[in-house]
């Protein structure tokens, strides 16, 4: 293969990726710190993007291989599906990247405590979302019980069994609303409150 066949193929292979991911060349060139121009011109295959830093910059913004990048294999292997995958990743990224700054120890403590419940809530909310959703979205199997148990509705059956599944999180939500008003006035306390939800959390 030609260095300009190689760079057309890199080129066109990064763009199908990054549509894939839903990105715009922007978000690519902030990654890479280049100009939107230049990403154009390496999806074009008008400028080289085979050098080792170019490519390597831009599978680890795509993740994807750089074998893959290089047409050498069909499998890019990567945990990344879309975009929503992606920000989540950039999330926790930045999260990791967080500094203390002006905050006291015990301040930059229970933000990050906070984040830790919530996580692990989400950990509970995902299971429990998804059998909810198994048993009572759309289901017309409950129709008997509905109606045994004095529901107007299948529907209504349903929606009130849904929201049985979930309703733990809604409850966590809703204590660290008041733990968060309460921690202006008390922050001994309201760290306190937080403490106590992870730990029967944890149970």
Known sequence: MSNKELRKLIGSRAKQRRLELG????????KMDVNKSTIQRYEAGAI???????LEGLAETLHVSVEW????????TSDITDEKDLKIKD???RLTCIEQEDLKDEEYNFSKDLLIFMLSEYESF????????EKYKG???GKNIAKATGFGSVEEYNE???????????????????????????????YMQLKRLMFQQEE
């Open 69 to 76: 990048l290089k047409g050498e294999t069909e499998e890019y």
């Open 91 to 93: 999330i926790f990224g």
């Open 23 to 30: 990105l715009n060349q922007q978000y690519v060139a902030d």
């Open 139 to 141: 289901n017309q199997r």
């Open 48 to 54: 080289d993007n085979t050098k080792k830093l170019v």
């Open 126 to 133: 995902l299971d429990s979302f998804r059998s909810g959703c």
């Open 160 to 190: 009130v069994m849904f929201l049985r599944e979930i309703t733990h999180t809604i409850n966590a939500f809703n204590d660290l609303e008041v733990i968060l008003r309460n921690y202006s006035k008390d922050s001994n306390e309201a």
